[in-house]
C-alpha cells in the first residue's frame, strides 16, 4: 500500500506592511511593563539629566519613577484634590504642579514639602511649566486666564484674560525666556511674550486645543485637537503648513523624539502615530488597550512611555543591541555543527545508510487517512484554523471534494454546525484565492439544506447574509467590467492617435524624399 500524502497547503504571498527603517527601529522595544497608578494619567514628564527619571501625575499624587522600577521612588501627595501636569525644570532640581483648586506648588526633586505655592487662580490650573530663564513660571486655569509669577518671590508677575474658555495646554520657548504658549478650548493657541501686555500672535486650530508643542528651534508650532494635528509657521506670522487627520478620535497628547525629526501624536482612539517632520506621513503606530491621554519619549529615545485613561502606565523599554550580538555569537558554534558535513560527497567504496524521515500528521490528516471525512472538516472549523490559517480549512475542503467525500461531510450537521460553516462561506466567498472552492461548498449547502430553509431563524439570516455577500461582489465585479471598458476605450484611443502621429511623420519624411529625387 502507498503511503498517506498530507494535505499540499498552497502557499499565498502576503501583503504585509512595508518594512521600513523606521519599523525596525520603533519596534524595538520589549514587551511593555505595567503600572497601575490611582487615577488617570494626565501628565507624564521626563527629567532632562541623568538618570532620567520621569514624574507621573494622577489623582491627588505626583509620582517619580527611576528609568527601570516599577515602584516610585519618590510622592507628593500634598494636594486636597487633583493633581495636573507636573513639569521639571530643565536642571531636573525643581518640579512645578497644577491643582484642581487652583493653586500652583513647587517642589524641591530632594524634599517632599512644597517649596513655594503661588495663588491667584480662581479654578482648576490644568497646564504650568518653566520659562526657559529658569526663574518664571507660566500657568493657565480653567478661569479662562494665564499668567507668569516669579519664584524667588512667589508673586504674580502679569496675567492674561484673552481665552473665551479653559485654557489646558501650553509650552514655552527655549530659545526666548520671556516667550510661551498657550491653547484653550476656545479654538484659538496664543502666543504670549513677558514683555507686552497682551498676546502678540492667535492661531485659529478650529477645535478645542488639548495640546501644543513648540520645535527647538522655535520656528515651527504643532497644536492637537479633535481628529487634528497642524502644524503652524510662527515666523510666517502663524501660516498653516500642513494639517494631519490620521486619528479616528481627539488627539490629546504631542511628542518629539530626541532628534526633532519624528513627532508622535497620542490619542482617545488608542493609538499613537509617528509622522515624519519633513514629510508628515506617517511611519510607524503603536495600539494600545484604552484610550491614551499623555505621552513621553525619553532622551535618546530608550523608553516610550504611555498614560491610559484607566490608570495603567504602559512602559517600553528598548532592546539592548550588546545582546543581539551575544546571541549571534552563541549561536554559531550551534550551527557549523549543525551543517557539518551536508556537503561531503560520497566516495564509491562508502556504505550510504539513509536515516528515516518521520513524518508528523496533523490532526486532520490523521482523520483523512482513517477515512472519517466529517471529522476532519471539523477539526478544521475550530476556531484558531478557520481566523488564522483559513487556507488550511479550505485546502481540506478542496481535498474532500477530489475524493467525493464532501457532500456526505457537510450533511447530517445540527444548527450550530450549519450558521458555523455559512459564516465561513459568507467571510470567505469573495477572497479571490478561495472562491473557487467555497462557491461549490455554498452550492452543496443549498442543496443539502434546502428542505429544512424555514425551520431555523438562525440558519436563515445566515443564508441571508451569504446571499447579499455574493450579491455585493457581483455588483463590483460588473463596477469593475465597466471601469475595465472605460479603460480599454481609453488606451485604444491613445494608440490611434499614436499611430496616426507615425503615419504623419512617415508620410512626411517619404514626401520630402521624393521632393528631393524631382529636384535632383
Same mark, same amino acid.
Given at each position: 500500500?502507498?503511503?498517506?500524502?498530507?494535505?499540499?497547503?498552497?502557499?499565498?504571498?502576503?501583503l504585509?506592511?512595508?518594512?521600513?527603517?523606521?519599523?525596525?527601529?520603533?519596534?524595538?522595544?520589549?514587551?511593555?511593563?505595567?503600572?497601575?497608578?490611582?487615577?488617570?494619567?494626565?501628565?507624564?514628564?521626563?527629567?532632562?539629566?541623568?538618570?532620567?527619571?520621569?514624574?507621573?501625575?494622577?489623582?491627588?499624587?505626583?509620582?517619580?519613577?527611576?528609568?527601570?522600577?516599577?515602584? &516610585?521612588?519618590?510622592?507628593?501627595?500634598?494636594?486636597?484634590?487633583?493633581? @495636573?501636569?507636573?513639569?521639571?525644570?530643565?536642571?531636573?532640581?525643581?518640579?512645578?504642579?497644577?491643582?484642581?483648586?487652583?493653586s500652583?506648588?513647587?517642589?524641591?526633586?530632594?524634599?517632599? *514639602? &512644597? #517649596?513655594?505655592?503661588?495663588?491667584?487662580?480662581?479654578? !482648576?490650573v490644568?497646564?504650568?511649566?518653566?520659562?526657559?530663564?529658569?526663574?518664571?513660571?507660566?500657568?493657565?486655569?480653567?478661569?479662562?486666564?494665564?499668567?507668569?509669577?516669579?519664584?524667588?518671590?512667589?508673586?504674580?508677575?502679569?496675567? @492674561?484674560?484673552?481665552?473665551?474658555?479653559?485654557?489646558?495646554?501650553?509650552?514655552?520657548?527655549?530659545?526666548?525666556? $520671556?516667550?510661551?504658549?498657550?491653547?484653550?478650548?476656545?479654538?484659538?493657541?496664543?502666543?504670549?511674550?513677558?514683555?507686552?501686555?497682551?498676546?502678540?500672535?492667535?492661531? %485659529?486650530?478650529?477645535?478645542?486645543? %488639548?495640546?501644543v508643542l513648540?520645535?527647538?528651534?522655535?520656528?515651527?508650532?504643532?497644536?492637537?485637537?479633535?481628529?487634528?494635528v497642524?502644524?503652524? $509657521?510662527?515666523?510666517?506670522?502663524?501660516?498653516?503648513? /500642513?494639517?494631519?487627520?490620521?486619528?479616528?478620535?481627539?488627539?490629546?497628547? #504631542?511628542?518629539?523624539?530626541?532628534?526633532?525629526?519624528?513627532?508622535?501624536s497620542?490619542?482617545?482612539?488608542?493609538?499613537?502615530?509617528?509622522?515624519?517632520?519633513?514629510?508628515?506621513?506617517?511611519v510607524?503606530?503603536?495600539?494600545?488597550?484604552?484610550?491614551?491621554?499623555?505621552?513621553?519619549?525619553?532622551?535618546?529615545?530608550?523608553?516610550?512611555?504611555?498614560?491610559?485613561t484607566?490608570?495603567?502606565?504602559?512602559?517600553?523599554?528598548?532592546?539592548?543591541?550588546?545582546?543581539?550580538?551575544?546571541?549571534?555569537?552563541?549561536?554559531?558554534?550551534?550551527?557549523?555543527?549543525?551543517?557539518?558535513?551536508?556537503?561531503?560527497?560520497?566516495?564509491?567504496e562508502?556504505?550510504?545508510?539513509?536515516? &528515516?524521515?518521520?513524518?508528523?500528521l496533523?490532526?486532520?490528516?490523521?482523520?483523512?487517512?482513517?477515512?472519517?471525512?466529517?471529522? !476532519?472538516?471539523?477539526?478544521?472549523?475550530?476556531?484558531?484554523?478557520?481566523?488564522?490559517?483559513?487556507?488550511?480549512t479550505?485546502? /481540506?475542503?478542496?481535498?474532500l471534494?477530489?475524493?467525493?467525500?464532501?457532500?456526505?461531510?457537510?450533511?447530517?450537521?445540527?444548527?450550530?454546525q450549519?450558521?458555523?460553516l #455559512?459564516?465561513?462561506?459568507?467571510?470567505?466567498?469573495?477572497?479571490?484565492?478561495?472562491?473557487? /472552492?467555497?462557491?461549490? /461548498? *455554498?452550492?452543496?449547502?443549498?442543496?443539502?439544506?434546502?428542505?429544512?430553509?424555514?425551520?431555523?431563524?438562525?440558519?436563515?439570516?445566515?443564508?441571508?447574509?451569504?446571499?447579499?455577500?455574493?450579491?455585493?461582489e457581483?455588483?463590483?465585479?460588473?463596477?469593475?467590467? %465597466?471601469?475595465?471598458?472605460?479603460?480599454?476605450?481609453?488606451?485604444?484611443? #491613445?494608440?490611434?492617435?499614436?499611430?496616426? @502621429?507615425?503615419?504623419?511623420? %512617415?508620410?512626411?519624411?517619404?514626401?520630402?524624399?521624393? $521632393?528631393? $529625387?524631382?529636384?535632383?
Open positions: 500500500m502507498a503511503s498517506y500524502k498530507p494535505v499540499a497547503i498552497p502557499a499565498v504571498p502576503k504585509g506592511e512595508k518594512i521600513t527603517q523606521d519599523t525596525l527601529y520603533w519596534s524595538g522595544y520589549k514587551t511593555p511593563v505595567q503600572i497601575k497608578e490611582f487615577g488617570a494619567i494626565n501628565k507624564i514628564d521626563f527629567s532632562p539629566v541623568p538618570p532620567y527619571n520621569y514624574a507621573v501625575t494622577a489623582s491627588s499624587r505626583v509620582h517619580i519613577y527611576g528609568r527601570y522600577s516599577q515602584e &516610585p521612588i519618590r510622592t507628593f501627595s500634598r494636594f486636597k484634590d487633583a493633581a @495636573y501636569c507636573a513639569t521639571y525644570r530643565d536642571d531636573g532640581k525643581l518640579l512645578v504642579a497644577g491643582s484642581e483648586e487652583g500652583i506648588r513647587l517642589f524641591d526633586i530632594s524634599g517632599r *514639602a &512644597p #517649596l513655594r505655592q503661588f495663588d491667584g487662580h480662581t479654578k !482648576a490644568h497646564v504650568v511649566g518653566f520659562l526657559s530663564d529658569k526663574y518664571r513660571i507660566f500657568s493657565g486655569g480653567d478661569d479662562y486666564s494665564s499668567r507668569l509669577w516669579d519664584i524667588p518671590s512667589a508673586a504674580e508677575i502679569v496675567s @492674561y484674560s484673552e481665552h473665551s474658555d479653559y485654557v489646558r495646554c501650553g509650552c514655552a520657548s527655549k530659545l526666548n525666556g $520671556d516667550v510661551f504658549i498657550t491653547g484653550s478650548y476656545d479654538h484659538t493657541v496664543k502666543v504670549f511674550d513677558a514683555r507686552t501686555k497682551s498676546s502678540v500672535m492667535t492661531i %485659529e486650530h478650529g477645535h478645542p486645543v %488639548e495640546s513648540l520645535f527647538p528651534s522655535g520656528g515651527l508650532l504643532v497644536s492637537a485637537g479633535g481628529r487634528y497642524k502644524v503652524w $509657521d510662527v515666523l510666517k506670522g502663524g501660516q498653516l503648513l /500642513v494639517s494631519l487627520k490620521n486619528h479616528h478620535k481627539t488627539v490629546t497628547c #504631542l511628542c518629539l523624539n530626541s532628534s526633532g525629526q519624528r513627532l508622535l497620542g490619542s482617545l482612539d488608542r493609538h499613537v502615530k509617528i509622522y515624519s517632520t519633513t514629510s508628515y506621513k506617517v510607524h503606530s503603536f495600539n494600545y488597550a484604552t484610550s491614551i491621554l499623555s505621552l513621553a519619549l525619553s532622551p535618546e529615545d530608550e523608553t516610550i512611555i504611555v498614560g491610559m484607566n490608570g495603567v502606565l504602559n512602559v517600553k523599554h528598548r532592546k539592548p543591541e550588546e545582546s543581539k550580538e551575544k546571541s549571534q555569537k552563541k549561536r554559531q558554534p550551534a550551527y557549523r555543527t549543525h551543517v557539518k558535513g551536508r556537503n561531503y560527497m560520497p566516495k564509491q562508502d556504505f550510504y545508510v539513509s536515516k &528515516p524521515v518521520r513524518c508528523i496533523k490532526k486532520y490528516d490523521k482523520l483523512l487517512k482513517s477515512f472519517q471525512s466529517s471529522k !476532519a472538516l471539523d477539526a478544521v472549523l475550530e476556531p484558531h484554523i478557520r481566523h488564522y490559517t483559513p487556507e488550511v479550505v485546502a /481540506v475542503m478542496q481535498e471534494n477530489r475524493r467525493g467525500t464532501l457532500r456526505s461531510a457537510l450533511a447530517g450537521r445540527d444548527e450550530k450549519i450558521s458555523l #455559512l459564516t465561513f462561506v459568507t467571510r470567505r466567498v469573495v477572497e479571490p484565492r478561495f472562491t473557487p /472552492v467555497l462557491i461549490t /461548498v *455554498a452550492e452543496m449547502i443549498t442543496d443539502i439544506y434546502q428542505p429544512v430553509v424555514g425551520q431555523s431563524a438562525l440558519v436563515d439570516k445566515q443564508f441571508l447574509r451569504l446571499q447579499e455577500a455574493i450579491g455585493r457581483i455588483d463590483y465585479q460588473e463596477e469593475l467590467l %465597466e471601469v475595465l471598458g472605460m479603460m480599454d476605450a481609453l488606451f485604444a484611443t #491613445l494608440t490611434e492617435k499614436r499611430a496616426t @502621429y507615425l503615419e504623419e511623420n %512617415e508620410n512626411n519624411g517619404l514626401t520630402k524624399t521624393l $521632393d528631393r $529625387d524631382i529636384s535632383t
